[in-house]
């Protein structure tokens, strides 16, 4: 059975280019939903079951770090698995992001290998 993907990120470009990377790397998503900040990332997870968010870390209204730091703080949609996605992949800003609960990091730009790679451990 496939699963449900949320990509959250304020370009909608950026996320058709995550949408197509997906299904470029063969990995079985029945649904990809998406969000264009932490906000209404946090509203489509309280509406859907998802298996893995992909979220950016620069948004505005809530960023990545503030997204993960409210999910984290739900004890409904805490464990929901997080990979950020984000031209700042900076050790100092990935370690926040894993403090908040996030499992992972991709740089942009990248490739659906790496896309698969970093999902599949989690998936």
Request: a negative charge.
């Amino acid at each position: 059975m496939g699963k449900t993907v949320l990509i959250v990120d304020d370009s909608n470009t950026m996320r058709k280019i995550v949408s197509r990377a997906l299904r470029q790397a063969g990995i079985d998503f029945d649904e990809i939903l998406e969000a264009g900040d932490g906000q209404e990332a946090l509203a489509v997870l309280a509406d859907n079951s998802v298996d893995v968010v992909l979220s950016d870390i620069n948004m505005p209204n809530m960023n990545g770090l503030e997204f993960l730091k409210a999910k984290s703080e739900d004890a409904a949609i805490a464990d929901i698995p997080v990979v950020m996605i984000s031209t700042e992949t900076g050790a100092d800003i990935i370690d926040e992001a894993k403090s908040y609960g996030a499992k992972g990091a991709i740089k942009k730009p990248f490739t659906p290998d790496l896309i698969n790679e970093t999902l599949g451990a989690l998936l």
